[in-house]
């Protein structure tokens, strides 16, 4: 299934410039980066709790947020595109 | 029911594939041409030289995600298989089953009766779709013989004979295959099949195709725990995966063959997408080689309702299918392995 993850980490301290590089390396593993903190990720039911748990691990529920929007296995008609596109569609030709 | 994931086609020359995070980077020279992670995707086929680093082939198996290694041409070199083949008894009856003819002549027979049986109605449905426009006689003629064959492989006794069937039905359905084409004559023909080097556009083609389906074959083999290298009716030889031949033989005419053909049907393919070597074969360029393997990918994602589990799948599952229902035969779940037959 298509999950999208957005995320707002409070960076006015280090320690928030921190975990905002650690939330976006956990995302990394598991999607891709379409904008600069949302993350499309096609995972398996049970690869969702691992991420969710890492991240959750992660921030601090005090300044920071997590938004995950699950669009299902048939995804392609939900997400519309425009403008300059930063990473290869999963559900087209992967082709490079 | 299993989901098929995207492939992701390397087809850069030049092009480096590393492991970042469980991505997949793909790099030219400096500059970083795209980073996927290995969760969303199924196989990787790498048509370049460079080659992919170690730590990423260790990953990708870990993930299960297959990896193939082509020469720029398309000519294929290995494979790197996740690491679900650890069933050694599944293997051990595999072997076992191998090696007593009695026991693989039948699994054998189910491969070649379903390509007998695929081979016919592709000429039959050419028969009925276009009866105007082809040499019907020649059509009904090879598909009575395949049809006769048909009959002949459940009495077959041995392997040999299996074999020497196959091939005259293989040689039969060759001989109406020009009637297949039904655009571009000129530049489109069929004579003979010919191989290193194919030596026409066709050959070409469905060599290069051919080639393609050998190493989903061979990924959904290994993909169910079974060797593919060990095979019930192709002679065990260094380096051939006999198996992944014996499970093509039944899918080379509704998956390979009619691809191609619609190919070159529809005018998808072109003179140009080809190139003459020295010696006289013919093979895709570099553009033709993209046209190719994107409608290949196409094609895939197609869906089809199986005949035996009367499931709806995408074809691109289908040879990973048909590796499990080769595992239920072999475990003894099923009484004789049932081939995909086509209409």
Redesign the interface.
Known sequence: MMVVVAYDVNTETPQGRRRLRLVAKACVKFGQRVQNSVFECLVSPSDLLVLKNELVKIIDVECDSLRFYNLGAKYSNRIEQVGRQRHLPSDGIMMV | MR?L????????ED?YLSLK???VV?QNKDER?????L???EQILCFSYKGASPALMGKCAEFGVAVSFFSPRGRYYCSILGEKNRNVLLRRQQFRIADDEKRSLPIAKSFIAGKVFNCRWVLERTKRDHAMRVNVERLAGQSAALHSALGQIGGCSRIDELRGLEGNAAKDYFFAFDDLILRNKDDFFFEVRSRRPPLDRLNALLSFVYTLLTSDCTAALQGVGLDPYVGFMHVDRPGRVSLALDLMEELRPVVADRFVLSMVNTGAIKPADFEERENGGIFLNDKGR?VV??AW??RKMEELTHPFLNEKMTWGLVPYVQALLLVRTLRGDLDAYPPLMWK
Request: glycine share 0%; aromatic share 4%; net charge positive.
């Open positions: 989901q994931l995207n492939t992701l086609f390397v087809l850069s092009a995070d469980d991505n793909v041409l795209a980073s996927i992670p969760r969303s995707i993209k393997l994107t990918q196409k």
